[in-house]
C-alpha cells in the first residue's frame, strides 16, 4: 500500500514560518499531483496548495503569496513552506497524493495527518 509520512508539524507563534514535509513510499512521479490539504476543528477539509506532475501549481485563495509548495522527486517528498502564519492557520493538514494505487480510494492517498498551531 502506499503510505504518505508527514512530519514537521508543530506551535509556532503567528508571524512565524514552519516548513512541513511528506515523504511518499512509491515515486511521487507516478501520482498526478501531490498536494496539501488542513482540515480545523468543525470546519471541512479545504485545499491548501497542490503541485501537478507537469510542474503546474494551484493555492488555495489567500495563501498564495504566505505558502509555497515545492518537490524533491529524488527524495520523493513535497513540501509546503509556510510563511507569516496567523491563528487561522491551525489545524490538521495532510498530505494527498492523486493516483489509483493500493490503499487509495478512489484515487486519493492521505497521510496521517500533522498538527500545526499557532498561538497569537
Known amino acids: 500500500q502506499v503510505q504518505l509520512v508527514e512530519s514537521g508539524g508543530g506551535l509556532v507563534q503567528a508571524g512565524g514560518s514552519l516548513r512541513l514535509s511528506c515523504t511518499a513510499s512509491r515515486s511521487i512521479a507516478s501520482f498526478t499531483a501531490m498536494g496539501w490539504y488542513r482540515q480545523a476543528p468543525g470546519k471541512q477539509r479545504e485545499l491548501v496548495a497542490a503541485?501537478?506532475?507537469?510542474?503546474?501549481?494551484n493555492y488555495a485563495d489567500g495563501l498564495k503569496g504566505r505558502f509555497t509548495i515545492s518537490r524533491d522527486n529524488a527524495k520523493n517528498t513535497v513540501y509546503p513552506q509556510m510563511n507569516s502564519l496567523q491563528p487561522e492557520d491551525t489545524a490538521v493538514y495532510y498530505c494527498?497524493?492523486?493516483?489509483?494505487?493500493?490503499?487509495?480510494?478512489?484515487?486519493?492517498?492521505w497521510g496521517q495527518g500533522t498538527q500545526v498551531t499557532v498561538s497569537s
Open positions: 494527498n497524493g492523486k493516483g489509483s494505487f493500493p490503499g487509495c480510494y478512489p484515487d486519493d492517498c
Open positions: 503541485s501537478a506532475r507537469g510542474g503546474s501549481t
